[in-house]
């Protein structure tokens, strides 16, 4: 079996640990080949050189961000050829995705798991979404797992500024929005005031000229028990869309609908299983995928590739 680790050091969403690559080269030696990347040219260059000899299975290292770049390279590396199997080594300050997903834990350990039955592996298919974005006339195609604008994008902004401080910090934001937002404070109207975009679903625009939440996840559980796209894999083939309109002071309260996993409701909410939809911003407006803060004057979400993520073994 041809396996290969690709092992990310930028530090910008990932913090690698102390001796972590030495560790992974000394334990895929004989076994594996291991790619250390620090930049998406370095991603570029891995991903190539899979696609050219083949692979039975890759090992991503890092966050959510990096899983969705190393997702993506590999899927243009390969154009129409099927993904070889996924591992998830989850790292980053956050590492939505492998929660969700079951494969949080020491990450040297989880490669050395890997390596000493990799012929008994299981693996589960797992859905994507695929992000096309516009932006003037260039056009960028991703595969990722959560996108999300409007108060998504801004919390992010708020996020990274406060210094990224991973649940912790998202939970101290998210309370002190969630209190303020009952008075109209201008911490949570920052976040939560609606951003000027249109939505169409399914060829269908929608009435609302802003939008203060616009959500699409593969996962139930955004971060902090945040289950927003409860329906979340549901059907791999449609997205799980979740918009609303609603201004800080009637969005905030409904903080405890989300957390319960159930329909955030109000004027001009929408949520449902789509096939795709598109939002579209006058000029370039900010969305976040999987952690990633981008720009775009057009954004269209639809089913991504049905990846196989191997399984966590114990022992």
């Given amino acids: 079996m041809r396996i290969d680790v690709v092992v990310n050091t930028n530090a910008h969403l990932y913090r690698t640990k102390p001796g972590l690559v030495g560790a992974v080269k000394d334990a895929c030696r004989g076994r594996a080949e291991v790619f250390v ?3 998406m040219e370095d991603l570029e260059r891995a991903t190539a050189a899979i696609a050219a000899r083949g692979s039975d299975l ?9 899983f969705m770049a190393g997702v993506t390279s590999l899927a243009r590396a390969l154009g129409d050829r099927e993904l070889p199997r996924i591992g998830l080594m989850a790292g980053g300050t956050v590492a939505t995705i492998a929660r969700n997903w079951g494969k949080v834990g ?15 592996l299981r693996s589960t298919p797992r859905p994507t ?22 108060l998504v994008a801004r919390f992010f ?18 309370a002190r929005i969630f209190v303020e937002s009952f008075i109209g404070g201008a911490y949570a109207r920052r976040v939560l005031d609606p951003l000027p975009c249109s939505i169409e679903v399914d060829g269908r625009r929608l009435a609302p000229p802003a939008w203060s939440l616009v959500c699409a996840s ?16 549901e059907d791999p083939s449609r997205v799980h869309l979740v918009a609303s309109p609603l201004p800080s002071r009637s969005l905030g309260p ?8 159930k329909r955030i409701g109000g004027p001009g909410h929408f949520d449902d299983l789509v096939s795709a939809f598109t939002v579209r911003f006058d000029p370039d407006g900010p969305y976040v995928l999987d952690g990633e803060i981008l720009r775009a004057s057009e954004v269209t979400v639809s089913a991504g590739p049905v990846i196989r993520v191997v399984e966590p073994l114990a022992g």
Avoid: C, K, W
């Fill in 129 to 150: 979404l695929r992000v096309r974005e516009q932006r003037g006339a260039a056009a960028t195609e991703r595969v990722g797992f959560i996108f999300g604008t409007g």
């Fill in 157 to 174: 902004d708020v996020y990274y500024a406060d210094g990224a401080r991973g649940y912790g910090g998202a939970a101290r934001i998210v």
């Fill in 106 to 120: 020491d990450p040297l350990g989880f490669v050395e798991a890997l390596l000493r039955n990799p012929d008994a």
């Fill in 37 to 39: 990347t620090a930049t």
């Fill in 58 to 66: 890759v090992v991503l290292s890092g966050g959510d961000g990096s």
């Fill in 254 to 261: 409904r903080a405890p609908l989300v957390l319960a996993g």
């Fill in 218 to 233: 593969v996962v139930r559980n955004l971060g902090i028990h945040m289950l927003v796209n409860y329906r979340a894999g």
